[in-house]
């Protein structure tokens, strides 16, 4: 009996051995090769061994202004986009929750559409949209005598990779939001009505707190993906004009893409986590506390 | 009051409001129609844009780009996503539900410390094990292979956690039956659990095959032969090589992009649902 009992504990094995093996092999050890890495310098295109040089990549990016740089690129994509993305989201999903159910799950594949765009589609696209020459925005906007630099210019580059952003990212926090909506029971509004309340202030006294995991969860998550940005700026600006829109994970790619410096893109890599894991630890605090 | 009741998700949205919201669904909607309405057009009536339907509407994009398989290897492109995206989502539907089964129903040694590790990999973003992960496949000899997209995929966390709360919510008693009847675990796991799980499965294998439709990033960096690429990084060379030809990329465009909407609307419901599920896109 002991020993048939023994025995089923491996048999579990059997089911999850293959994941197990691929989950170790291409998450796992990369995890933990990356951290290994970022302690040597290796140019992979010089015939120079990888060398340990304990923390000098970390140093290196504490001086490197083009990492400060791009640091503060990113930051600034996650701070102009989250907000209204997030905002415009509650508003449709509001207006998604309202709508009349015979219609709803159209209107609802509508606003998901641009979500399941590949980026290189929808970064052609949009380049298009944005060119100042014969681009289609400045086209509409040439009878009235308006010739926009959308991303051509320094100032209107990053704001322009952020409303495609809003456009093309929209779904997902909609999505979540609409079906944590769809829990707070109707009847709570029903009640509220009947004692006079008036939209606004059902919005503020029922939705909102009755919705705060959802909006929590949903917060995060786009923060960690904003803060990962790289498709869009790669498709339409290239980081440019005057790498005004080089974000990390650009930063990271040419690094270890286009010039092989493995060692110093692996600490990059690192530092990104880093950062990503304290927005998530502050975000979680900060709403917990509300 | 009753009455209302049986129309839960109505609030009763004026005109205005609806206006409003078609209006916007419009908007979002209209950009991805100009790509099959601009495919149609000559070059100089993109650049010299007067309206957005084509003046004298051509099929020269679609016929350049699909008769020149030298130079635009676009059908290739199309059969290497589509067996990409396949194999995939075939990899990861498998290995997750028997992993996942596992971990959620069967006595495992180890299980204790290696679930909360699992869960804990779905924070850690991609690029963070990009750099380590070419290496990796460098060493494999896979780099400029189709597996350097596949087999990767299978290790990654989601699918296995979507599964593994799916089966906690399958009620035992099935299960329990099936064993006192004499079933062995596979017998159980492949026709009691699996049948039950269909949604949760059709779910996960959709997402996982848009996903894979669509990723960018990972042929970038692991593909070098144009004839190896998949369709987005293939659509993403007309960017360079035909700069100015926008007639030529609007029909690429259009033609990577047709699958996959068609997928959506087919399968929309699974695919809302396992985005609401998780909330996800990055």
């Keep these: ?290 | 009051m009753r009455l209302r009741r049986n129309q839960p998700s109505n609030q009763g949205m004026g005109l205005a409001g609806e206006t409003m919201l078609a209006l916007g669904a419009a908007l979002f909607v209209l950009p991805i129609v100009l790509i099959a309405i601009t495919a149609f057009k000559p070059d100089a009536e993109i650049v010299h844009f007067k309206s957005v339907l084509p003046q004298t509407a051509t099929t020269g994009n679609f016929k350049e780009i699909l008769g020149n398989p030298e130079e635009i290897p676009i059908f290739r492109w199309f059969l290497n996503s589509v067996l990409v995206s396949s194999a995939v989502a075939l990899l990861v539907v498998t290995v997750s539900s028997m992993a996942a089964y596992a971990f959620a129903r069967l006595d495992l040694a180890g299980k204790r410390w290696i679930f909360p590790l699992i869960i804990g990999t779905l924070m850690v973003p991609g690029q963070v094990l990009l750099v380590p992960a070419y290496l990796i496949l460098n060493r494999l000899g896979w780099l400029d292979t189709p597996l350097a997209l596949i087999i990767p995929a299978g290790g990654g966390a989601f699918g296995f956690f979507l599964l593994h709360q799916f089966f906690l919510g399958i009620p035992k008693d099935l299960e329990e039956a099936a064993e006192l009847d004499g079933c062995s675990r596979w017998r159980i796991f492949w026709n009691v659990v699996l049948p039950l799980s269909r949604p949760a499965l059709a779910s996960l294998a959709i997402f996982t095959f848009v996903g894979s439709w669509n990723d960018f990033l990972g042929p970038l960096v692991f593909l070098d032969s144009v004839d190896k690429y998949t369709l987005p990084v293939g659509v993403a060379l007309f960017q360079t090589s035909y700069y100015a030809e926008y007639g030529l990329t609007m029909a690429a465009a259009a033609l990577c992009t047709l699958p996959v909407v068609v997928a959506f609307l087919f399968f929309q419901r699974f695919i809302t649902q396992s985005v609401a599920l998780t909330g996800l896109k990055d």
């Design chain 1, 1 to 290: 009996m002991t020993s048939r009992r023994n025995l089923s504990r491996y048999t579990g094995y059997f089911f999850a051995l293959p994941y197990l093996i691929l989950f170790t092999g291409f998450v796992l050890l990369p995890l933990f090769y990356g951290l290994t890495l970022s302690l040597f310098r290796w140019e992979m295109l010089s015939p120079l061994p990888a060398q340990f040089v304990g923390i000098a990549n970390f140093q290196e990016a504490f001086h490197d202004n083009y990492f400060w740089q791009a640091l503060g690129t990113t930051l600034r994509f996650v701070l102009l986009a989250m907000p209204p993305t997030i905002g415009l989201a509650l508003l449709i999903a509001a207006g998604l929750r309202a709508a009349p159910t015979k219609r709803q799950s159209f209107y609802r594949a509508a606003y998901f559409l641009p979500t399941i765009m590949t980026i290189s589609v929808a970064g052609i696209l949009w380049r298009w949209f944005y060119n100042s020459e014969f681009g289609l925005f400045n086209a509409f906007l040439a009878p009235a005598g308006v010739k926009i630099p959308w991303i051509t210019d320094v100032r209107w580059a990053m704001p322009s990779i952020v409303l495609m952003t809003l456009w093309w990212t929209i779904g997902g926090p909609m999505m979540a939001l609409l079906a944590g909506l769809q829990n707070i029971p109707i009847s709570y509004y029903e009640a509220a009505s009947i004692d006079g309340a008036k939209p606004g202030t059902q919005f503020w006294r029922i939705t909102l707190p009755l919705l705060r995991p959802v909006l929590l969860f949903v917060v995060v998550l786009n923060v960690i993906g904003s803060v990962q940005v790289f498709g869009q700026v790669y498709m339409i600006t290239r980081g440019g004009p005057e790498l005004s829109t080089r974000t990390l994970v650009q930063y990271i790619y040419e690094t270890a893409f286009n010039n092989y410096r493995m060692g110093y893109a692996a600490a990059l890599s690192w530092l990104l986590f880093v950062l990503i894991a304290l927005f998530s630890f502050i975000q979680f605090r900060l709403m917990r506390e509300q």
